[in-house]
């Protein structure tokens, strides 16, 4: 098993991991400092392509993505999301992300749960390769956010869920939107890490966009704490940038190549 796999599960019930998405390599750089996990998330149809969900998000895009993360990462574990119906089956989901892993050097995958698939992952684990699983608020196949467990009974079959993801193989799980119960009944009973975005402080470890924790993709539900405001920040850089070009401050001699005046 991959090292750093390795290590993100033996982080289990010592500490926290952690985790953020990306979509470039000037990002991937600074998170690869801190973060346990980066995840190239199909997050980026809506945060980088303004799609109205992630489902138009291709391949080809989220390999370009991860080629330019990958410039950026040298210790966090690399994870890929797969896109909406590119692992339908497994002849189709093994193609496609022994593709992913070959072309991008990432460590492994995300895939979403939807009704049986976790024999999928079954089948990618048994070729070797190393899949996160993901319940559920799963935006590739819910089209409205509910949040997820608020009965025994959604509790019971979210964990029935988690505990086949566990069994086929996935090296951890992704709890995207679910009670603080559902997620602690979860994270209490699997031995793989429960990896949480609005699902408490119960999970083994956190993710968050981050163009949303950064305050940048003007979408910040409830879950998601903005620890920086830079909407705001950049928007005074370019202001001051505009002012000074229209006034004729930028560039000025220091900016210029050949150290002549030109006025
Ligand atoms: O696509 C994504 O960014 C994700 C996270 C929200 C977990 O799947």
Do not use: W
Not at 17 to 45: E, F, H, P, R, W
Not at 134 to 149: C, N, V
């Amino acid at each position: 098993m991959n090292l750093k796999i390795k290590k993100i599960i033996s982080k289990k019930n010592k500490s926290k991991v952690v985790c953020l998405t990306a979509y470039s390599k000037n990002i991937a750089k600074i998170l690869d400092k801190y973060c346990d996990i980066i995840l190239v998330g199909d997050s980026m149809a809506n945060v980088l392509y303004g799609h109205k969900n992630t489902h138009e998000i291709s391949l080809v895009n989220i390999i370009q993505h991860t080629l330019s993360v990958k410039k950026g990462v040298k210790n966090s574990l690399l994870v890929v999301d797969m896109p909406k119906n590119t692992y339908n089956d497994n002849s189709k989901a093994f193609k496609n992300a022994k593709m992913v892993l070959k072309k991008t050097g990432c460590d492994a995958i995300k895939l979403e749960s939807h009704k049986d698939n976790y024999k999928i992952i079954k089948y990618l684990v048994s070729k070797k390769i190393p899949v996160m699983g993901h319940i559920g608020y799963t935006p590739q196949f819910k089209r409205k956010f509910k949040l997820e467990g608020k009965t025994r009974a959604a509790c019971n079959s979210l964990l029935k869920e988690a505990k086949l993801i566990e069994g086929a193989g996935a090296f951890s799980i992704v709890l995207e939107c679910l009670t603080p119960a559902a997620a602690k009944n979860i994270t209490n009973n699997l031995k793989i890490p429960t990896i949480g975005i609005g699902s408490s402080l119960f999970c083994d470890g956190q993710v968050l966009v981050t163009d949303d924790m950064l305050g940048l993709s003007g979408f910040y539900p409830k879950f998601v704490k903005k620890f920086v405001n830079l909407n705001r920040i950049i928007e005074k850089a370019i202001k001051k940038y505009t002012r000074d070009v229209k006034l004729k401050k930028f560039p000025s001699n220091k900016h210029n190549l050949n150290g002549h005046k030109h006025r």
